[in-house]
């Protein structure tokens, strides 16, 4: 795979129109606790609020695309002056006021939604007593969901993915969307990570493709930036993808197990860490936008 520094990505960003930036939120544009104005470790910065500001005085229209859900997501927008968001790992499209719930191989006939029908098939259940206890419910946050189940643990996706077929599930999928910083230590030693159970066929990518088609973008007038291997998934229908730095575990060569087959195209790692490795992702944008043809 091409992993490469933001310094030497300039022939990558050379092919782009940016009109878009798709952004994950937690660890990428906030830092510690989820705030705007902190770093991971917490100490104040205004990095990535001007970096907003930045992109919108381009032309540049960051879009949110994250686990969050719906009421999460559309408070947040309103709060930093955006308007559409991806969420719930591409489960729920919010278009300004309006939002969709994208179903991919769901079986209909399980609930009212995707969450239901993982509920009610026995997939949430199945993955909590076949790992424990190396995986539980990532409260409080697994509340209002419609899409996803929300868990946070240290498990191999490739593992539950087989045990989930082996029951009949095989339209169940477990993507790890970035790591968790907090203290779970009765979850076994290591990195623990945020874990979504959703249904096949539907992905941050497969809705961001939707999205780009809707507004007849294409894929070089779009970039997007993570932290996590669901992140990475996205380089399939953008022009450019970029990693913050402590997301940079994330690729197939770094020091954990990346994105590997979903990864296509170079991955632009950026110098700092959330909050600072947005704005510089977003200025190295912006620079291109405004530089003369």
Same mark, same amino acid.
């Given at each position: 795979?091409?992993?490469?520094?933001?310094?030497?990505?300039?022939?990558?960003?050379?092919?782009?129109?940016?009109?878009?930036?798709?952004?994950?939120?937690?660890?990428?544009?906030?830092?510690?606790?989820?705030?705007?104005?902190?770093?991971?470790?917490?100490?104040?910065?205004?990095?990535?609020?001007?970096?907003?500001?930045?992109?919108?005085?381009?032309?540049?229209?960051?879009?949110?695309?994250?686990?969050?859900?719906?009421?999460?997501? +559309?408070?947040? =927008?309103? #709060? @930093?002056?955006? /308007?559409?968001?991806?969420? $719930?790992?591409?489960? !729920? %499209?919010?278009?300004?006021?309006?939002?969709?719930?994208?179903?991919?191989?769901?079986?209909?006939?399980?609930?009212?939604?995707?969450?239901?029908?993982?509920?009610?098939?026995?997939?949430?259940?199945?993955?909590?007593?076949?790992?424990?206890?190396?995986?539980?419910?990532?409260?409080?946050?697994?509340?209002? +969901?419609?899409? =996803?189940? #929300? @868990?946070?643990? /240290?498990?191999?996706?490739? $593992?539950?993915?087989? !045990? %989930?077929?082996?029951?009949?599930?095989?339209?169940?999928?477990?993507?790890?969307?970035?790591?968790?910083?907090?203290?779970?230590?009765?979850?076994?030693?290591?990195?623990?990570?945020?874990?979504?159970?959703?249904?096949?066929?539907?992905?941050?990518?497969?809705?961001?493709?939707?999205?780009?088609?809707?507004?007849?973008?294409?894929?070089?007038?779009?970039?997007?930036?993570?932290?996590?291997?669901?992140?990475?998934?996205?380089?399939?229908?953008?022009?450019?993808?970029?990693?913050?730095?402590?997301?940079?575990?994330?690729?197939?060569?770094?020091?954990?197990?990346?994105?590997?087959?979903?990864?296509?195209?170079?991955?632009?790692?950026?110098?700092?860490?959330?909050?600072?490795?947005?704005?510089?992702?977003?200025?190295?944008?912006?620079?291109?936008?405004?530089?003369?043809?």
């Amino acid at each position: 795979m091409d992993q490469r520094a933001l310094a030497n990505a300039g022939e990558v960003l050379g092919r782009l129109d940016p009109a878009v930036l798709f952004t994950d939120v937690d660890g990428t544009l906030v830092g510690r606790d989820g705030s705007l104005f902190a770093d991971l470790d917490g100490a104040p910065t205004l990095a990535a609020a001007e970096a907003l500001v930045a992109a919108k005085a381009a032309g540049i229209e960051v879009v949110l695309v994250s686990g969050r859900n719906e009421t999460q997501l +559309r408070e947040a =927008t309103r #709060l @930093l002056g955006l /308007r559409d968001a991806i969420g $719930e790992l591409g489960t !729920v %499209l919010v278009l300004g006021r309006r939002f969709e719930i994208l179903w991919g191989e769901t079986p209909r006939e399980l609930g009212a939604t995707p969450h239901q029908a993982l509920e009610r098939s026995g997939a949430i259940a199945l993955v909590l007593t076949a790992f424990a206890p190396s995986i539980e419910p990532h409260g409080p946050w697994h509340h209002g +969901r419609v899409g =996803t189940a #929300l @868990l946070r643990g /240290r498990v191999e996706p490739a $593992e539950v993915e087989a !045990v %989930l077929a082996a029951a009949g599930m095989g339209w169940v999928r477990l993507l790890d969307n970035g790591r968790l910083r907090g203290e779970y230590p009765h979850l076994g030693k290591g990195p623990v990570s945020a874990y979504h159970l959703l249904p096949a066929g539907v992905s941050k990518a497969a809705t961001a493709a939707a999205y780009l088609e809707r507004r007849s973008l294409r894929a070089d007038q779009a970039a997007a930036i993570g932290d996590s291997p669901a992140d990475l998934e996205l380089s399939s229908v953008v022009g450019a993808t970029f990693l913050v730095q402590n997301g940079a575990w994330a690729a197939p060569s770094g020091e954990g197990k990346g994105g590997g087959e979903s990864v296509q195209g170079p991955i632009i790692v950026t110098p700092s860490n959330a909050g600072q490795g947005f704005a510089e992702a977003v200025h190295a944008l912006v620079a291109h936008r405004q530089a003369p043809a």
